[in-house]
């Protein structure tokens, strides 16, 4: 029996939110966490070295060296930089295809998803689940059972 490392992860809410129609659960499933996290660390110091080229060349273009040192102080404050899809950019998409592509050279690891339509006159977590949290942990196992 092999066994594997699951990442789950949620995007959105589940109570009544106008700005975020949907809400959705991924599951990630790694056979090789140490090879896979290896080559993702090596592309997310790629990544952030691209990102605060890009900053500073942007910082640079700006006319105003009192901004420019405002938003330099900004920015030595807010290092962490995490991969979220709904920041992608033109700027940043061809990191973002570069992550796929790492992704997709690990051919056993595996992705699945669960996307719920919060607008569906069907959708009702509150009649199962006493809480989000609880609804969360109750749609995980759909994941999994797809595998």
Do not use: H
Not at 7 to 28: A, H, M, N, P, S
């Amino acid at each position: 029996m092999i066994n594997y490392f699951g990442f789950i992860d949620e995007t959105g809410v589940l109570q009544t939110d106008v700005k975020q129609r949907f809400f959705g659960l991924g599951l990630l499933k790694l056979d090789d966490t140490a090879e896979f996290y290896n080559a993702l660390s090596k592309y997310y110091y790629k990544v952030i070295s691209n990102i605060e080229a890009k900053r500073i060349k942007k910082i640079k273009e700006l006319p105003d060296n009192v901004k420019k040192r405002e938003i330099l102080g900004l920015l030595k404050e807010n290092k962490r930089f995490e991969f979220k899809f709904n920041k992608l950019d033109d700027i940043s998409l061809s990191d973002y295809i570069g992550l796929i592509d790492l992704y997709s050279q690990f051919p056993n690891n595996y992705f699945c998803s669960l996307v719920i339509d919060k607008d569906d006159p069907l959708f009702d977590f509150r009649g199962y689940f006493k809480e989000a949290w609880s609804a969360y942990i109750g749609y995980s196992p759909w994941l999994s059972e797809i595998f």
